[in-house]
């Protein structure tokens, strides 16, 4: 168990980032009283998995940690503590942000100088090129997950199919319920083996931790080729298991690590370098990359092209461009149409392109009138409907969360929770479908393909059976397009009850798992009961329960995930249907509404709960009042154009100031130390800004000169240099600096930033967010009007205000 | 003449700005060599009114002309020149940049501290509402268009066939062929006086007017009600009057009227205040509402309120907000709602909701397999062929255009070439008619209404005479719809070519006229001609020419305006059905790749020719070896915090440098004034920024203080005053300032802003680029390392840098 444990703990040489441990350069317990007074509930020395895939980071493996901070931890010196608070009222210290903004060094300029017209364009179609490989390989992984899934459901259903058609004979129907449930819990158990020992950031659908990667936060390990891997098998396994998740949610961040990887040109994890497209391998780039490979997920999983780029501009970006857009849009086309192309083949219909998406909603009747006007206020109501219970589900998914983060945080226990859920997931189905005795004639019109007919009359089938062993995306259509009469009311009823409450508890295992379908399916059921009770009230003159079906899965989905746009084109694209899309929007947006009203959506919840220094769309309404030299921290360390080597490795081997940034200043002007919390107007000119990256590349590739030497250092690294070490940065720990390399200088002028934004100290926290947010930066640069540097703003102090009810809430930061 | 040439004659003061004339502040023949150059070209004493409706600005109607720029076009004196030369190598001064960043002085920052919590809500309350009543109206105003111009072409429809029928007979086709040319003209006539003496800016689409407006420059009238009025006679003239025009494309424009109006809770044309909603009069909410209106009426046009979204979004903004998006999809939705009831209502369907948009394409059957995959490689040469015609059409028109700025700019000659135009299309039209014998038998299956005999035997009609005397949509429906062997293959090419040049002829004209619909048709009948040729060529097995004619509508289009996330789902949302949504993709990115490789979007080329600073989405690919202080404009006039009335009414009026913002900078230090050419080094530490606008209101309100006064001024101005005065400013020749109040002071720290964004001038030109346009900014103050301001970068001075094959090019300015 120890062994496992090491193998998934964590520390920080695995991490992306290397040493790059804290984006802040406030002290804990100097400005932030608030921040020190968290610290009583911190717990540096647990690691917990979260059940929402967001590994946590545990930094006092390393050997730095301040006196201070293991003086107040005295009370958590048990290893493993039983309890571990929750904290969506917290901002975590540890994840780091990307750097949205190019740094235009020196280097970086000569570089772009020497570009010629050509290669400016060579690149462009570079870019072209790989959202096109994105958009194929993410497709292809997508026919990876839907055939084999599908391969096993069959296998699944056939053994399953002859075990009950034996034991129902002789009555003995426990069996199969026995088997059925430990057959399930069984394919469950590997994948969450996979996911919890494996790569924890795998759980779930991914969506959270692409949402916090495009708004600039790493998340670790989020990108990486592991996580494809684990999320691949995982969720064949989740589905194939019979647990209450889709394959669709997954796919979106299959998407994004496919896009990561393949623009980079290399693999970190497989070490291997195919020495192409290294002008990409930085933030930026990536970020465009990843949005695009975002978008050919949803498009691979719904046949949603245009929904896709909505998503990824909708749920991720915060910025617009229209070259970028046709780029992730060309990815978005490619990815169906390859799917479509390969489906279609697999499924011999080649020719044909009938399989656009992972999910086909089967095409609506179009012949007709779609609906009438006066059943418009029927769907807003089942908006309401679905926005409250979308709230609910929230909410109950939400303490689940907490207790999760609390109570079940070792690996082994996700392990054990997943299986329970799968155990459960089969019980109750198999109650279900022992109590409900809906029998239904075999027709030809039916779109399921399990029957079964357990205790019904030949030539009929038990319709709740089929509801629960077919895939779920089968059963929403089925729910959309079986004529009406199909299900029965109290069956249906109950399905809704019970369904309800399994996908609540199974979103957040350690499973990889999407919660679109699980919702729609849901959304459909009681759409489909709505329609009915209309149909009864009416007596038949309402008679298509489908369409509110449609209606009822797009309110679920609406109230639980709460996007409207993307939405609107990712079901109207999946139905294939435009006549629905008005009534489409109208019932998103009353869920939207509603839910917005009464909970948060289940992302932002779960960002939230990981304590993510995320950055909303807009600064908070009220933010006004406060200024630059509120917000920033301060003091900080800045350096000299020639610095100390010496220096250097001190200041970034000090864990108690986890600075990235540094402020580089005039030379011969007073540079204050941290320690020596001097006053402000010792701060020199502002003349650049260095990373901790660049520091230790500077450092581990000795560009030092004597200090003899005059003018030109030993030698001057090139930006290869830095993209080679991207993104996972050795630590500093890691670098050997002797004593006599220590009394050498750095010229850092041609590595540092010569013109980072910066703002008055006068400037509003609205400003400064603003300006932070439109061009993604990392570092913010405060100054006083004589341009000297007075402090920094990063991530975590705008992120730390929030709007709440009556007012400006200032969030608390934690390191752990 | 001379009256009515005087009636549209533009002098500064009705300008939308008032005295704000020029952004830039560098002098002519000063640093900018190029400028000087060009100053030779300059005709400073001829107005001329844009065959593209852009008005523009005869700056030298003021009296303070510099005695240089006289110098320079002695060969110009003669009053009304016989040629303009074109300009799309050139940047106007004339044009005024918005200001999209909000002026955070102490006045708004007190305002805002003083905001509650219900406030802030009661706001975004109103925003929400503002949004309903924007879509609301512009619904509307779409209706009254499309009934008004259905009831004008059944009457001309009712008349014509009268005689028609009478001719026939006697053999005398020639008398109706100039009873309809003159009706034709006629109508035609009215829309042009109404646009060309009346509003000129109402011409064309005003799809590029939106397209500048949204990107921060100011269009003068663009957005007043008065365009309103004429843009919707105008566009129910030329419809009616059988040009080769769309009613899609004003519907856009119109929407960004009505927002604008709305949201303001004023019409400053009708002098009706409102007194609501003062909160929204400043361009940055005016901004977010005008890309609500444009939305709006996309989706009021072709019933596609996710394609209008993604209109306002790809064709304009530059900024991405979730919760913007989320009310311009509102609006959407509310427009396209609201004029499907209406319009159901006035058809007699009330209920059914069959009328989402102007356009309709009608449904396309879904039964059954929409296209094989063998068919795509057919659809992208489709496109390839919609590229290339699309970029001749835009060739084409840009000579045209050139041609109408240099020989066609007075108002009566712009209403002779309408007439002419309008006349041309009658006899073309008849004489094909006359020509082609091309007989169809009566069916029930056919979507067109205006059914002629002609020449054909009883029971049949002359499908030719059809094609012309429908109303385009209805052609377009037809041309999709109708069952193979509907068209003669020789007549569908006459008129293919015939139409393609009326077509090219009529874009541009002064009247209100859109290109989506003739675009979609001349693409719709060379898709179906294709789709023709090839059942012939398989003998019968491509039975459907429907399809490729939709193939073609979209190549052609795609192929002329290039837009195409936006395109395809506007295309999918009119045709009702997403199963060609694929297709529809591959083929507008193929005419989009194609078109931009021979030839710029026809948008573009309006925009270009009018010497628009229209700043592009990214900045040019070889802009990083420029920096700050070569790109910046210099020397600045400053003002010190407490100002003399005197000066400021002097820099004010000087109309050698029409400034429009000015730093503000330390007390006690000098402060150079632009007439001096003084060193940098003397330059003061920046302090704020103030706008001409401001110093206005402040001058108007004669908000001084005695030299004896210390501390408060006399009385304080309130945001209210500042709001009041928006957006028309008066200029500074209005404003009385006695020889005592000269002498007086201004305490300007009050009402600017503080916090000026700044850029230090070692920053590249990329880096600036980026930062102004996420922003939205109007002025960017450069500053040296001691934070004192030697520069200032205003929108033409980014704008003037194009890549251009080969590396970047610099445009030269002109103050025409």
Known sequence: ????????????????????????????????????????????????????????????????????????????????????????????????????????????????????????????????????????????????????????????????????????????????????????????????????????????????????????????????????????????????????????????????????????????????????????????????????????????????????????????????????????????????????????????????????????????????????????????????????????????????????????????????????????????????????????????????????????????????????????????????HDPPGTYNPVTLGLFCLSYFLVACWTYGLAVSSGVFIPSLLLGAAWGRLFGIFLSYMSKGAWADPGKYALMGAAAQLGGIVRMTLSLTVILVEATGNVSYGLPIMLVLMMAKWVGDFCFEGLYDIHIKLQSVPFMGWEPPATSHSLTASEVMSHPVVCFKRFEQVGRIVDILSDNTANHNGFPVVEEGENVVNVNEQGDADDFGKLRGLMLRSQLIVLLKHKAFMERSDVGEPRHRLTLKDFRDAYPRFPPIQSIHVSEEERECTVDLSSYMNPTPYTVPQEASLHRIFKLFRALGLRHLVVCNGDNRVIGLVTRKDLARYRYHKGGLEEVPLTQT
């Open 1 to 480: 168990m120890a062994n496992i444990l090491k193998k998934v703990s964590w520390s920080s040489k695995d991490d992306d980032g290397g040493g790059e441990v804290n984006e802040a350069t406030s002290l804990v317990g100097s400005r932030r009283g608030s921040g020190a007074s968290v610290a009583g509930k911190r717990n540096s020395r647990s690691r917990f998995l979260s059940s929402s895939g967001f590994r946590t980071v545990d930094l006092t493996d390393g050997d730095g940690i301040s006196e201070e901070i293991l003086e107040s931890q005295e009370v958590f010196t048990s290893p493993r503590p039983k309890e571990i608070p929750h904290s969506e009222n917290l901002l975590s210290q540890k994840y780091e942000s990307l750097d949205y903004d190019n740094c235009e060094n020196q280097l970086f300029l000569e570089e772009e100088h020497n570009l010629g017209v050509k290669r400016v364009k060579f690149m462009e179609a570079g870019r072209w090129t790989v959202c096109m490989a994105i958009g194929i390989l993410t497709a292809l992984v997508a026919c990876v997950i839907d055939i084999v899934i599908e391969q096993l459901a069959g296998l699944k259903y056939k053994i399953l199919k002859q075990y009950i058609d034996t034991f129902t004979a002789d009555g003995g129907l426990s069996v199969s319920m026995v088997i059925w449930a430990a057959m399930n819990a069984g394919i469950v158990m590997v994948g969450s083996i996979l996911v919890a020992f494996g790569e924890p950031v795998a759980a779930g659908s991914g969506i959270p931790q692409i949402k916090c990667y495009l708004n600039g936060v790493k998340i670790p390990h989020v990108v990486r080729l592991k996580t494809l891997v684990v999320k691949v098998l995982g969720v064949i396994c989740s589905v194939a298991g019979g647990l209450a998740v889709g394959k669709e949610g997954p796919m979106i961040h299959s998407g994004a690590v496919i896009a990561a990887g393949v623009s980079q040109g290399r693999s970190t994890t497989l070490k291997k370098d195919f020495k192409v497209l290294e002008y990409f391998r930085r933030d930026t780039e990536k970020r465009d990359f990843v949005s695009a490979g975002a978008a050919a997920g949803v498009s691979a999983a719904f046949g949603a092209p245009v929904g896709g780029v909505l998503f990824s501009l909708e749920e991720g970006a915060s910025f617009w461009n229209q070259y970028l857009t046709w780029r992730i849009f060309f990815a978005s086309v490619i990815s169906t149409f390859t799917l479509n192309f390969v489906l279609s083949w697999y499924h011999n219909h080649l020719g044909e392109l009938s399989y656009p998406g992972l999910i086909n909603f089967g095409a609506f009747e179009s012949t007709g009138i779609a609906y009438y006007i006066y059943e418009i206020p029927l769907f807003l109501i089942m908006g309401v409907f679905g926005g409250l219970l979308g709230a609910l589900f929230n909410f109950l998914n939400y303490w689940l969360t907490v207790l999760r983060i609390r109570y079940i945080h070792r690996p082994a226990q996700q392990v054990l929770e997943a299986m329970l859920v799968a155990t459960v997931t089969a019980v109750v189905s198999f109650t279900m479908i022992y109590f409900s005795n809906d029998c239904q004639p075999l027709g030809e019109d039916k779109s399921a393909d399990y029957t079964l007919q357990l205790f019904c009359n030949d030539g009929e089938y038990n319709s709740m059976a089929t509801t629960f062993f077919n895939t779920p995306e089968k059963s929403v259509r089925s729910l959309f």
